[in-house]
């Protein structure tokens, strides 16, 4: 079955950066667009990043140039590259499959604090 597996997380100081990665199973990553979300405490679930099957990328404006959606085939790994951190970028972030479509997969998600 499909299962999204986040990883990565923690605290880091501002200015810092953390890697998040997304473990899939039950299918091959990169045969689907896939993304990052994340939610804040009391603010609405927001996209971070996609990437689609032909590997094209897009950012939300609030994280481009500091962040970097990319996967590793072999490993069936999705990743989320975060530098240059900020206090607003603390939340919870989601790895998700076809988070576009009617049906999508979400993992469990991982939180990110900056201070």
């Known amino acids: 079955h499909v299962q999204l597996v986040e990883s990565g997380g923690g605290s880091v100081q501002a200015g810092g950066s953390l890697r998040l990665s997304c473990a899939v199973s039950?299918?091959?990553?990169?045969?689907?667009?896939m993304g990052w979300f994340r939610q804040a405490p009391e603010k609405e679930r927001e996209g971070v990043a996609t990437?689609?099957?032909?590997?094209?990328?897009s950012y939300a404006d609030f994280v481009k140039g500091r962040f970097r959606i990319s996967q590793d085939n072999a490993k069936n790994t999705l990743y989320l590259q975060m530098n240059s951190l900020k206090p607003e970028d603390t939340a919870v972030y989601f790895c998700v499959r076809d988070p576009f479509q009617v049906v999508s997969y979400w993992g469990q998600g991982t939180q990110v604090t900056v201070s």
């Open positions: 990437i689609d099957s032909d590997g094209r990328t």
């Open positions: 039950g299918y091959t990553v990169s045969m689907y667009c």
